[in-house]
Protein backbone atom coordinates (compact mmCIF):
# COMPACT_ATOMS: atom_id res chain seq x y z
CA UNK A 1 0.00 0.00 0.00
CA UNK A 2 1.65 3.44 -1.04
CA UNK A 3 1.90 6.25 1.34
CA UNK A 4 -0.85 8.88 1.26
CA UNK A 5 -0.15 12.15 -0.27
CA UNK A 6 -0.92 15.06 1.74
CA UNK A 7 -1.71 18.78 0.19
CA UNK A 8 -0.67 21.64 2.10
CA UNK A 9 -3.62 23.73 3.41
CA UNK A 10 -4.94 25.45 6.30
CA UNK A 11 -6.22 23.98 9.30
CA UNK A 12 -9.78 25.38 10.54
CA UNK A 13 -11.60 24.33 14.25
CA UNK A 14 -14.46 22.04 13.46
CA UNK A 15 -17.67 23.59 13.60
CA UNK A 16 -20.59 24.84 11.09
CA UNK A 17 -19.99 28.10 8.90
CA UNK A 18 -22.26 30.52 7.22
CA UNK A 19 -20.98 32.06 3.88
CA UNK A 20 -22.74 35.47 2.24
CA UNK A 21 -24.92 34.92 -0.62
CA UNK A 22 -23.58 36.11 -3.78
CA UNK A 23 -24.35 39.27 -5.12
CA UNK A 24 -26.90 38.63 -7.84
CA UNK A 25 -28.37 41.40 -10.60
CA UNK A 26 -31.96 41.28 -10.44
CA UNK A 27 -33.74 40.91 -13.78
CA UNK A 28 -35.76 44.06 -13.66
CA UNK A 29 -32.34 46.09 -13.40
CA UNK A 30 -30.62 43.75 -15.78
CA UNK A 31 -33.57 45.05 -18.62
CA UNK A 32 -33.60 48.55 -17.64
CA UNK A 33 -29.56 48.56 -18.22
CA UNK A 34 -29.97 46.97 -21.83
CA UNK A 35 -32.48 49.59 -22.73
CA UNK A 36 -31.02 52.64 -21.38
CA UNK A 37 -27.85 51.19 -23.33
CA UNK A 38 -29.98 50.88 -26.81
CA UNK A 39 -32.01 53.98 -26.43
CA UNK A 40 -28.36 55.91 -25.94
CA UNK A 41 -26.78 53.90 -28.97
CA UNK A 42 -29.79 54.79 -31.25
CA UNK A 43 -30.12 58.16 -30.21
CA UNK A 44 -26.60 58.71 -31.08
CA UNK A 45 -26.84 56.80 -34.77
CA UNK A 46 -29.93 59.32 -34.80
CA UNK A 47 -28.50 62.04 -34.24
CA UNK A 48 -24.96 61.58 -36.46
CA UNK A 49 -27.52 60.22 -39.26
CA UNK A 50 -29.14 63.99 -39.02
CA UNK A 51 -25.54 65.67 -38.84
CA UNK A 52 -24.24 64.38 -42.35
CA UNK A 53 -27.47 64.11 -44.18
CA UNK A 54 -28.98 66.43 -45.78
CA UNK A 55 -33.00 67.44 -46.21
CA UNK A 56 -34.79 66.40 -49.87
CA UNK A 57 -35.26 69.50 -51.91
CA UNK A 58 -38.77 70.69 -52.45
CA UNK A 59 -40.48 71.50 -55.42
CA UNK A 60 -43.93 72.53 -56.66
CA UNK A 61 -44.38 70.81 -59.81
CA UNK A 62 -45.42 72.85 -62.27
CA UNK A 63 -43.79 74.92 -62.70
CA UNK A 64 -40.61 73.84 -60.86
CA UNK A 65 -40.58 70.16 -61.18
CA UNK A 66 -36.60 69.37 -59.88
CA UNK A 67 -34.77 67.07 -62.36
CA UNK A 68 -35.38 63.40 -63.16
CA UNK A 69 -34.39 60.21 -60.41
CA UNK A 70 -30.42 60.28 -59.57
CA UNK A 71 -27.85 58.37 -61.53
CA UNK A 72 -26.49 57.68 -64.80
CA UNK A 73 -28.67 57.21 -66.84
CA UNK A 74 -28.60 54.27 -69.45
CA UNK A 75 -28.42 55.40 -72.98
CA UNK A 76 -29.89 53.18 -75.73
CA UNK A 77 -30.11 55.72 -78.61
CA UNK A 78 -27.74 57.32 -79.95
CA UNK A 79 -27.44 61.23 -79.17
CA UNK A 80 -27.76 64.44 -81.37
CA UNK A 81 -25.76 67.71 -80.41
CA UNK A 82 -26.08 70.84 -82.16
CA UNK A 83 -23.40 71.93 -83.81
CA UNK A 84 -22.76 75.15 -81.69
CA UNK A 85 -23.52 72.61 -78.58
CA UNK A 86 -26.54 74.63 -77.40
CA UNK A 87 -28.79 71.46 -76.71
CA UNK A 88 -28.71 67.78 -77.42
CA UNK A 89 -31.82 65.41 -77.73
CA UNK A 90 -31.79 61.35 -77.81
CA UNK A 91 -33.31 59.90 -81.45
CA UNK A 92 -34.23 56.60 -82.73
CA UNK A 93 -31.22 54.26 -83.87
CA UNK A 94 -31.46 53.95 -87.72
CA UNK A 95 -33.18 50.76 -88.42
CA UNK A 96 -35.78 49.26 -91.42
CA UNK A 97 -38.40 51.30 -89.07
CA UNK A 98 -36.64 54.69 -89.24
CA UNK A 99 -34.52 56.86 -91.41
CA UNK A 100 -32.61 59.14 -89.97
CA UNK A 101 -30.87 63.07 -91.24
CA UNK A 102 -29.12 65.57 -89.06
CA UNK A 103 -29.26 69.18 -89.85
CA UNK A 104 -27.08 71.98 -87.88
CA UNK A 105 -30.02 72.94 -85.61
CA UNK A 106 -31.62 69.17 -85.24
CA UNK A 107 -32.35 65.64 -86.10
CA UNK A 108 -35.45 64.18 -88.60
CA UNK A 109 -36.95 60.67 -88.26
CA UNK A 110 -38.96 59.27 -90.82
CA UNK A 111 -40.69 56.56 -90.14
CA UNK A 112 -40.97 54.09 -92.66
CA UNK A 113 -43.37 51.26 -90.56
CA UNK A 114 -47.12 51.04 -89.83
CA UNK A 115 -48.46 54.38 -90.76
CA UNK A 116 -45.82 55.92 -91.55
CA UNK A 117 -44.90 59.56 -90.35
CA UNK A 118 -42.28 62.36 -89.41
CA UNK A 119 -40.62 63.14 -86.16
CA UNK A 120 -38.65 66.22 -85.86
CA UNK A 121 -36.24 66.85 -82.64
CA UNK A 122 -35.05 70.76 -83.00
CA UNK A 123 -34.09 73.51 -81.54
CA UNK A 124 -34.62 77.56 -83.07
CA UNK A 125 -34.10 80.62 -81.27
CA UNK A 126 -36.78 82.00 -78.89
CA UNK A 127 -36.40 85.81 -79.91
CA UNK A 128 -38.08 86.56 -76.57
CA UNK A 129 -41.43 84.45 -77.60
CA UNK A 130 -43.45 82.20 -75.73
CA UNK A 131 -43.50 78.28 -76.44
CA UNK A 132 -46.92 79.01 -77.72
CA UNK A 133 -45.88 81.67 -80.07
CA UNK A 134 -42.92 79.90 -81.43
CA UNK A 135 -45.53 76.21 -81.26
CA UNK A 136 -48.18 78.28 -83.33
CA UNK A 137 -45.45 79.41 -85.70
CA UNK A 138 -43.89 75.78 -86.45
CA UNK A 139 -47.49 74.93 -87.66
CA UNK A 140 -48.55 77.68 -89.75
CA UNK A 141 -45.28 77.27 -91.45
CA UNK A 142 -45.29 73.79 -92.04
CA UNK A 143 -48.92 73.14 -92.36
CA UNK A 144 -50.70 76.83 -93.49
CA UNK A 145 -54.16 75.44 -92.89
CA UNK A 146 -54.51 73.22 -90.11
CA UNK A 147 -56.93 73.57 -86.99
CA UNK A 148 -55.98 73.09 -83.46
CA UNK A 149 -57.49 70.11 -82.19
CA UNK A 150 -56.65 70.69 -78.45
CA UNK A 151 -53.94 71.95 -76.30
CA UNK A 152 -51.60 69.50 -74.92
CA UNK A 153 -51.72 70.12 -70.70
CA UNK A 154 -49.21 70.68 -68.80
CA UNK A 155 -47.02 70.22 -71.78
CA UNK A 156 -42.73 69.76 -70.46
CA UNK A 157 -40.08 69.43 -73.24
CA UNK A 158 -37.13 68.19 -71.06
CA UNK A 159 -38.22 68.22 -67.83
CA UNK A 160 -39.29 72.28 -69.00
CA UNK A 161 -42.63 73.31 -68.48
CA UNK A 162 -43.50 74.68 -72.09
CA UNK A 163 -46.69 74.55 -74.45
CA UNK A 164 -47.39 72.03 -77.06
CA UNK A 165 -51.14 71.55 -79.55
CA UNK A 166 -52.19 68.75 -81.41
CA UNK A 167 -53.78 70.07 -84.84
CA UNK A 168 -55.20 68.20 -87.78
CA UNK A 169 -55.08 69.23 -91.68
CA UNK A 170 -56.40 67.74 -95.06
CA UNK A 171 -53.33 67.91 -97.63
CA UNK A 172 -55.13 67.29 -100.65
CA UNK A 173 -53.51 64.05 -102.78
CA UNK A 174 -52.39 63.48 -105.69
CA UNK A 175 -55.54 61.65 -106.62
CA UNK A 176 -57.71 65.06 -105.64
CA UNK A 177 -59.09 62.99 -102.29
CA UNK A 178 -58.31 64.71 -98.61
CA UNK A 179 -56.38 62.62 -96.10
CA UNK A 180 -56.46 63.53 -92.40
CA UNK A 181 -53.31 64.51 -91.21
CA UNK A 182 -52.20 64.82 -87.73
CA UNK A 183 -49.74 67.54 -86.17
CA UNK A 184 -48.42 67.50 -82.66
CA UNK A 185 -45.87 70.24 -81.63
CA UNK A 186 -44.45 70.54 -78.26
CA UNK A 187 -42.56 73.54 -77.37
CA UNK A 188 -39.98 74.32 -73.76
CA UNK A 189 -38.04 77.86 -73.40
CA UNK A 190 -34.65 78.10 -71.92
CA UNK A 191 -31.73 80.50 -71.99
CA UNK A 192 -33.85 82.14 -74.99
CA UNK A 193 -33.21 78.69 -77.00
CA UNK A 194 -36.61 77.02 -77.77
CA UNK A 195 -36.28 73.26 -78.56
CA UNK A 196 -39.06 71.58 -80.43
CA UNK A 197 -40.53 68.30 -80.14
CA UNK A 198 -43.15 67.99 -83.61
CA UNK A 199 -44.37 65.16 -85.43
CA UNK A 200 -47.00 64.85 -88.25
CA UNK A 201 -48.71 61.50 -89.89
CA UNK A 202 -51.85 60.07 -91.01
CA UNK A 203 -54.81 60.28 -88.19
CA UNK A 204 -55.83 56.77 -86.52
CA UNK A 205 -58.05 57.08 -83.92
CA UNK A 206 -56.54 55.14 -80.96
CA UNK A 207 -58.70 52.19 -79.74
CA UNK A 208 -59.12 48.62 -77.98
CA UNK A 209 -57.12 47.15 -80.89
CA UNK A 210 -54.95 50.33 -81.87
CA UNK A 211 -52.57 52.46 -79.96
CA UNK A 212 -52.27 52.14 -76.20
CA UNK A 213 -55.01 50.07 -75.92
CA UNK A 214 -56.69 52.92 -73.69
CA UNK A 215 -58.82 55.66 -74.46
CA UNK A 216 -56.51 58.60 -75.88
CA UNK A 217 -56.83 62.00 -77.76
CA UNK A 218 -53.05 61.31 -79.39
CA UNK A 219 -54.66 59.45 -82.91
CA UNK A 220 -50.96 59.32 -84.20
CA UNK A 221 -48.97 56.25 -84.87
CA UNK A 222 -45.35 57.74 -84.27
CA UNK A 223 -46.45 59.58 -81.20
CA UNK A 224 -46.25 56.00 -79.66
CA UNK A 225 -42.72 56.08 -79.93
CA UNK A 226 -42.18 59.90 -79.48
CA UNK A 227 -42.34 60.53 -75.64
CA UNK A 228 -39.45 58.56 -74.94
CA UNK A 229 -37.18 61.69 -76.95
CA UNK A 230 -39.40 64.79 -75.99
CA UNK A 231 -37.48 64.49 -72.29
CA UNK A 232 -34.64 63.95 -73.49
CA UNK A 233 -33.71 67.28 -74.71
CA UNK A 234 -30.93 69.13 -72.59
CA UNK A 235 -30.29 72.71 -73.00
CA UNK A 236 -26.21 73.27 -72.84
CA UNK A 237 -25.18 72.87 -68.58
CA UNK A 238 -28.08 70.26 -67.73
CA UNK A 239 -28.03 67.39 -65.63
CA UNK A 240 -27.54 63.68 -67.94
CA UNK A 241 -30.80 62.20 -68.59
Known sequence: MSAPTYFPGYAVPAGTYAAPA???TSRRRLVVTWLLAIVVVAAGLVAWSAAISKPPARYACPPECGRP????????NPRFTAADGAFSVSHPT????YRITTQPDGVTAQ???GDGGTMRL???PAGNRSAEEIAKAVVSKAFPDTRTAYEIPNAMVGYQPGYGEVADCWPQGANTSYARMR???MVAVKDDLALV???VGPYHEFGPDFGFGKPSGANLQIALDMGKYVNSFSWRGDPPR
Do not use: H, N
Open 183 to 185: VMV
Open 111 to 113: FLA
Open 94 to 97: PSSA
Open 22 to 24: PRR
Open 69 to 76: PTGTPVEI
Open 122 to 124: FGV
Open 197 to 199: AAA
